[in-house]
């Protein structure tokens, strides 16, 4: 099995439009072809994602590979109550939590080594505008992509989690409530503490 999904991740290829359901019960009952195209579906998100928390390819893509492992091999405990989506999710993103505490003195480029001219005076701008998108929302703004991603990866792990899954992942809260096992309440004062907390690491890098 573990050969198989490594086999998997490293074909490549981009989500499938397909029936969660239908590949879900083909999987449980030992269909590789429904495994096959369960990984196909979701293994750019999931990678993506756990990068972004990690701030490592190597780790990310080592991750990624246990998240699918643990995922298939505990199918048989799939109950259903919420979507396959987030039941891999919380898997992957608890995996890389641990991990993230595990190695909890990893530390990331210095933000100020990374920063031009032209994105100083950018990010200025744009943080004295306080009608603004929240920071984490520019990550997918190929000017300073690099940057936020990681102003992020300095959060907080679980405030990195709640950031990722939201702005970038494009979650609704119920999805990140579900993914987390956490309240919605909880879910929104993590993300409004990690926008907070993002913004004033930006501050600090451009001063």
Not at 130 to 144: I, N, T
Not at 186 to 204: D, F, M, P, Q, Y
Request: aromatic residues 6%; proline residues 1%; glycine residues 6%.
């Amino acid at each position: 099995m573990v050969k198989f999904i490594q086999e998997q991740l490293k074909a490549g290829g981009g989500n499938i439009s397909i029936d969660e359901a239908t590949l879900v019960s083909g999987a449980r009952a030992g269909n590789m072809a429904s495994v096959e195209k369960l990984i196909l579906k979701y293994q750019d998100r999931v990678y993506n994602t756990i990068l972004k928390m990690c701030g490592n390819e190597a780790d990310a893509a080592e991750l990624a590979q246990d998240a699918f492992v643990k995922a298939i091999e505990g199918l048989k405990n799939f109950r259903g109550e919420s979507s396959f989506y987030t039941w891999l999710f919380r898997i992957a993103v608890n995996l890389t939590l641990n991990f993230c505490k595990r190695n909890a003195k990893l530390s990331f480029q210095s933000l100020q080594e990374q920063i031009g001219e032209d994105t100083n005076r950018q990010l200025k701008d744009y943080l004295v505008d306080k009608s603004a998108a929240e920071p984490s929302e520019l990550a997918a703004k190929k000017e300073v992509h690099s940057l936020i991603a990681r102003a992020i990866e300095k959060l907080e792990p679980q405030q990195r989690a709640v950031i990722i899954l939201r702005d970038i992942e494009q979650m609704s809260y119920n999805e990140i409530a579900e993914t987390l096992e956490m309240e919605i309440g909880t879910v929104k004062s993590r993300i409004a503490r990690g926008r907070k907390n993002l913004r004033e690491i930006l501050e600090a890098a451009i001063q």
